[in-house]
C-alpha cells in the first residue's frame, strides 16, 4: 500500500516539468514579441534609405546598420524557436503527446521527439544555427586589415562548413538501411 502511493507520487512528480514548459513558452512569446518589435523599427528607419538627399557614406551606414538589425532579427526568431521546441519537447516527453500535434503534417517536422538524446540534437542544430548567424554578424562588421585577419575569417567559414557536413552526416548515419517510409532506400550498384 505505501509503496504504490509512493510510487503514484514518483511517478506524478513528472508534472513539476509543467512549470518549465509554461516558463519556455513565456520566454518564446517575449522573445518572438521582441523581435517582431525590432522587425518593425528597423523598416521604419530604412524608409529613409531612398532620400536622395542621403550623402553615400550616411547611406552606407544605414545600409550596414540594417544587414545587421536582420541578422539580429534572425538570431531572435531562432531563439524563440528553441524555446518553442524546448517547450513542446518537455510537454512530450514528460507529461503527454499533444493530441492536435499528431493530426497535423507540421507535427512531423517539429515533434519526432522520442527521448531526451532527440531533444538535445533538435535544440543543438537550432543552436548552432544561432552560432552561424551570430558569425555571420560579426563577419558584417569584420574590418580586414591584414591577411591572417582574411585566414582566420576563412577557417571560421570552413568550420561552420565543417559542423554543418558533420551535423548532416549524422543525420544520415541515424536513418535506417531500408530508407524512407515509401520503401525507396538507397540503390546498390
Do not use: C, Q
Not at 13 to 25: E, L, N
Amino acid at each position: 500500500m505505501i509503496e504504490r502511493l509512493f510510487e503514484r507520487v514518483l511517478w506524478n512528480s513528472r508534472f513539476v516539468v509543467v512549470v518549465a514548459v509554461v516558463a519556455s513558452m513565456a520566454a518564446a512569446i517575449a522573445v518572438f514579441y521582441i523581435t517582431t518589435v525590432d522587425v518593425w523599427y528597423a523598416i521604419a528607419h530604412i524608409i529613409h534609405y531612398a532620400d536622395p538627399s542621403l550623402e553615400a557614406e550616411a547611406r552606407k551606414a544605414l545600409h550596414d546598420d540594417t544587414v545587421t538589425h536582420i541578422v539580429e532579427v534572425v538570431d531572435g526568431y531562432l531563439l524563440a524557436t528553441v524555446m518553442l521546441i524546448f517547450a513542446l519537447g518537455l510537454y512530450e516527453l514528460f507529461v503527454s503527446d499533444i493530441d492536435d500535434a499528431h493530426g497535423s503534417r507540421a507535427s512531423s517536422k517539429i515533434l519526432v521527439i522520442e527521448t531526451l538524446d532527440d531533444l538535445k540534437t533538435r535544440l543543438a542544430k537550432v543552436i548552432l544555427m544561432i552560432l552561424i548567424v551570430k558569425l555571420f554578424e560579426h563577419a558584417v562588421k569584420l574590418k580586414l586589415t591584414s591577411v591572417l585577419d582574411l585566414l582566420y575569417l576563412g577557417g571560421s567559414i570552413a568550420l561552420v562548413g565543417l559542423a554543418l557536413y558533420l551535423t548532416h552526416a549524422s543525420e544520415a548515419h541515424g536513418e535506417s538501411p531500408s530508407g524512407s517510409a515509401d520503401g525507396g532506400g538507397p540503390k546498390s550498384h
